[in-house]
């Protein structure tokens, strides 16, 4: 049977919007899956989702998709990386018992988010925080257990200097090229990229269970709003 494009038109908007969404993650989970079947690399997994599935905020804000289908999504997500940390359900991605409740947290801010700044129609900032999370976080983690040599505590949490410089300078880039492209280059725009950046990196160091995986990505994004807001009121 001939697949025409007006067959395509047909379908609902909406479905398409979701078909979008479902396929990225998938895809991103595809690739974990294989990487965790054929190389014991368990924190290269968990990254790989998280920095993979927190683009999906992207294909929301560009496609328009409803805030109802990102909630919905949030609150699903959100119970079963509960049910992961005691049942296999998330192997690779969450131990059994793992102090952490980092994959949780991770699915609340995204509904906590969409809802606010889609109702505010300003998806900007809940991609903001997002990426904030998704990139910075995920690749601080990633360079300061390969690279810090540099370490500290905090709350007895110990931390690299190379990680946080890392999660300083690639939230500084997220929110520049968000804030920049979406209300113009101008000073203000950048200084208020680099407080952001320098928060987001204060409250990634000061985390424990997991927690940043919230405060990091709401925090960011409030900021990021609120200095705006101020700034463009002038």
Known sequence: MLITFSDFTS???LWLQIASAAIWVLLILLIAWV?????????IVRKIVHIGTGNVILIAWWLDIPASVGIT?????SAITLLSYRLPILPGINSVGRQSLGTFFYSVSFGILVAWF???QQPQYAALGILIMTWGDGLAALIGQRFGKHKY??????KSWEGSLTMMFVSYLVSSLILVGTQGNSWQTWAVSLLVAVIATALEAVSF???DNLTVPLGSAALAFFL???VLSY
Do not use: C, H, M
């Open 118 to 120: 889609w109702y505010l």
């Open 153 to 158: 505590k905090v709350f007895g949490t110990k």
């Open 35 to 43: 990487v965790n079947r054929f190389a014991d690399k368990p924190e």
């Open 11 to 13: 379908i609902p908007v």
């Open 209 to 211: 269970l997991g927690i």
């Open 228 to 230: 705006s807001q101020l």
């Open 73 to 77: 999504a949030s609150i699903l997500a």
